[in-house]
């Protein structure tokens, strides 16, 4: 069984500029989540779907972040300006259901320089 | 929200030592608390968890405590190798994966 996938795994851009990462969860898994991973500390959840439904999105800072996941399966994180303190590993995690064990992808870390 | 506190954030240990993570947590609600280790630049796995019903889970040379009173739970590792050298991390939840907290992390360095 193929395990999470994420594109790219590195990012470098310059502040103020766009920048989209995607994620293909693990066949089958219904939820999906993007974690937010600064360096030192643990995985702070952005936003969960349950198919294509965000249903918690409270920590998504959402003047600059934005995402989809339009047929319930893959999904798209959205940074647009990017800003110096968005540089970090951002990590998609999926699962069969809320109560099922989450399983991380490789991440994308990204520099905004 | 939930908050989950550990300690400490480095531990050295020499091979074949035990280690003990500790984690605190604000929520008296929360269920669910599992723990992950996370090897440098790779993915964080999932290696145990245990469940508010359960005072303690072995798998192993890895086991969890959980004392609900006081609102801690720690992680035990014992006959250390040194490819048990990662960053662990605890977590707490109310009822699954819906909203997972997780600690700040634990450097585990096992020294052969």
């Known amino acids: 069984e193929a395990g999470v996938v994420q594109s790219p795994r590195y990012k470098i851009i310059e502040k103020k500029q766009p920048v989209a990462f995607w994620c293909n969860p693990i066949?089958?898994?219904?939820?999906l989540y993007w974690y937010l991973q600064n360096l030192g500390q643990g995985p702070e959840l952005l936003i969960r779907?349950?198919?294509?439904?965000?249903?918690?999105d409270s920590q998504l800072p959402k003047d600059r972040f934005s995402a989809e996941r339009l047929k319930g399966v893959d999904s798209t994180l959205k940074i647009q300006p990017a800003e110096l303190g968005d540089s970090a590993v951002y990590l998609c995690?999926?699962?069969?259901?809320?109560?099922?064990?989450?399983?991380f992808g490789p991440g994308t870390r990204l520099t905004v320089l | 929200g939930e908050n989950v506190e550990q300690h400490p954030s480095t531990l050295s240990v020499q091979e074949g030592d035990s280690a003990v993570i500790k984690c605190t947590y604000s929520?008296?609600?929360?269920?669910?608390f599992p723990w992950y280790k996370q090897e440098l630049g790779k993915r964080p796995q999932l290696i145990i968890d245990i469940r508010s019903n359960v005072g303690e889970k072995k798998d192993q040379r890895i086991a969890v405590t959980l004392n609900k009173t006081a609102k801690h739970f720690s992680l035990h590792i014992t006959e250390t190798q040194p490819e048990d050298s990662a960053v662990y991390f605890c977590?707490?939840?109310?009822?699954?994966?819906?909203?997972?907290?997780f600690g700040t992390g634990t450097k585990l360095q096992v020294i052969p």
């Open positions: 929520d008296s609600a929360s269920n669910y």
């Open positions: 977590a707490a939840s109310i009822g699954g994966y819906q909203k997972v907290t």
């Open positions: 066949s089958g898994h219904n939820t």
């Open positions: 779907y349950e198919n294509e439904e965000a249903v918690d």
């Open positions: 995690a999926s699962s069969r259901g809320q109560m099922d064990e989450q399983f």
